[in-house]
């Protein structure tokens, strides 16, 4: 990526990541929040903020023309005059697509509500909406607890809107192009065999690594774990203020976990080899999976490597204290290589390393958008699901505004898109998503993930051993199902 593209690209999305909006507004309505994401329990799918900015219709037009949607089939206007309340975390999607509202209120004749809020805040009100059966809420965003969700009954199907004439035409909406792992994960992650929601971000695991360092210890990217360790000695052992490596040690199911998941399918392992029975938390690919990224972090990472957030490894970068890491193509790229990175110009991506005798199987992580059971307005919510995860407003968001996490293979195909981005993000990315192979959240992942990583934490702590923390992880799960 030339230094011109990447400031571009990065002119608010560098500078904004922590930033956020709160509270409730209208339409395309920008409100000025608190900046912060209220969790401190590390439990976020991938952490992030609704920074950065989009090119709106300051001018009093709109801003995607109503013609790139004129060709569907779809009645738009059949419920003029009604409202809908969406409820949401502080996360770039959000004011990403703010700017572009107005074009489908004035499309259906909907007024959008919008509630955003830190993201522990709104985990707990959106809980509270579905269990006691408030129905505030028409559209809200969906994480890792939704087959906890699904399986209460709190979250509707969207099957039955697909197959409504009036509300969806697919040969307008092309379904296929969305990623796979997006289309899987808005099927309950492989647990559901109907639509828990619509996929709208997407975060792939790549690999960043520092140029400037590269080069001056004549390394070469790596390809297989084994090289990777490799890289991280040498920095580790030839630098005296930066550490060879860095990742998540924290414990939370988006935290520590988010990254061994990786690991542990590239060395053939999987979550569950037999629902809910056999957890495979302590078979030998999790066991080698866990000892490499344990050995790693104790060997070349940073003291107190087990209480390092998502955005503890972003700082760490930032300010040029480690030589490499692997995580979020999509949250990280932006604040690795805009204004708060003391080495913006120096950071390359790269797929994400693997067994030399394993598979290329990066972990993704997918926001989606669902419909509650008791939500008073469920057919106005599937409209704005359809138009906000279509490709006209899409690839606006990304070719227009600072977006960098579709969930559409077309947009990261886009010329003008990669233009914008960079060759070398875009395809890395492309390449990513099209291999990636996410986490499938059961019903209780939050609960048996949580302990799974904690004992991970333990591990990492040097308070017990790689294989004695999954033996323990494995037993914990499983016991969960059985009581």
């Given at each position: 990526m030339t230094n011109s593209n990447r400031r571009k690209f990065l002119k608010a999305t560098g500078v904004g990541l922590l930033g956020g909006l709160a509270g409730c507004t209208r339409g395309g309505d920008s409100s000025g929040g608190d900046g912060s994401d209220g969790s401190s329990d590390g439990s976020d799918g991938s952490g992030g903020s609704d920074g950065g900015t989009s090119t709106s219709g300051s001018d009093g037009e709109l801003a995607i023309p109503l013609s790139e949607y004129e060709d569907a089939d779809i009645d738009w206007r059949q419920f003029e005059g009604s409202s809908i309340n969406i409820g949401a975390v502080q996360h770039p999607w959000v004011s990403a697509i703010k700017p572009a509202v107005p074009v489908f209120e004035e499309l259906t004749g909907i007024d959008v509500v919008w509630n955003v809020l830190p993201e522990q805040q709104f985990r707990t009100k959106r809980q509270t909406d579905v269990s006691t059966g408030a129905g505030q809420f028409d559209?809200?965003?969906m994480d890792q607890v939704v087959n906890q969700f699904r399986e209460e009954g709190w979250i509707q199907p969207l099957d039955p809107f697909f197959d409504d004439d009036s509300l969806?035409?697919?040969?307008?909406?092309e379904p296929d192009d969305l990623f796979e792992a997006s289309r899987w994960q808005a099927h309950g992650g492989g647990y559901s065999d109907t639509w828990t929601g619509m996929p709208i971000t997407v975060e792939v695991q790549t690999q960043f690594y520092r140029e400037d360092l590269y080069d001056k210890h004549d390394l070469e990217?790596?390809?297989?774990?084994?090289?990777?360790?490799?890289?991280?000695?040498?920095?580790h052992e030839n630098e005296s203020d930066v550490v060879g490596t860095v990742g998540r040690g924290d414990k939370g199911y988006g935290m520590n976990i988010y990254i061994l998941n990786t690991f542990l399918r590239q060395n053939g392992a999987e979550l569950w080899d037999s629902f809910p029975d056999d957890s495979g938390l302590d078979s030998d690919g999790v066991i080698n999976a866990a000892d490499w990224y344990v050995s790693l972090l104790q060997d070349y990472g940073p003291e107190g490597a087990?209480?390092?957030?998502?955005?503890?490894?972003?700082?760490?970068?930032?300010?040029?204290?480690?030589?490499h890491i692997v995580s979020?193509?999509?949250?990280?790229?932006?604040?690795?290589?805009?204004?708060?990175?003391?080495?913006?110009?120096?950071i390359g991506i790269a797929k994400a390393p693997s067994p030399a005798d394993g598979q290329f199987s990066p972990n993704a992580f997918n926001w989606q958008i669902s419909t509650s059971k008791n939500a008073q307005n469920s057919e106005q919510a599937f409209l704005f699901m359809v138009w906000a995860s279509s490709q006209p407003t899409n690839t606006w968001m990304h070719v227009e505004g600072d977006a960098a996490f579709s969930v559409r293979q077309s947009v990261w195909e886009n010329d003008e898109?990669?233009?914008?981005?960079?060759?070398?993000?875009?395809?890395?990315?492309?390449?990513?998503?099209?291999?990636?192979?996410p986490d499938p959240f059961d019903r209780r992942y939050p609960e048996w993930g949580q302990r799974y990583s904690e004992e991970l934490q333990r591990a990492i702590a040097g308070q017990k051993s790689a294989e004695e923390a999954m033996t323990q992880a494995a037993s914990i799960a499983e016991d969960i199902y059985s009581n």
């Open positions: 559209v809200f965003y969806f035409d697919e040969d307008w909406y990217v790596a390809e297989t774990l084994e090289e990777f360790r490799q890289n991280a000695q040498t920095i087990s209480t390092q957030t998502w955005s503890d490894v972003l700082s760490t970068m930032q300010e040029g204290r480690a030589g979020d193509a999509n949250l990280f790229w932006p604040g690795l290589t805009g204004s708060d990175s003391s080495v913006a110009d120096n898109f990669r233009s914008r981005v960079g060759e070398n993000f875009a395809q890395v990315t492309l390449e990513s998503l099209q291999a990636a192979a």
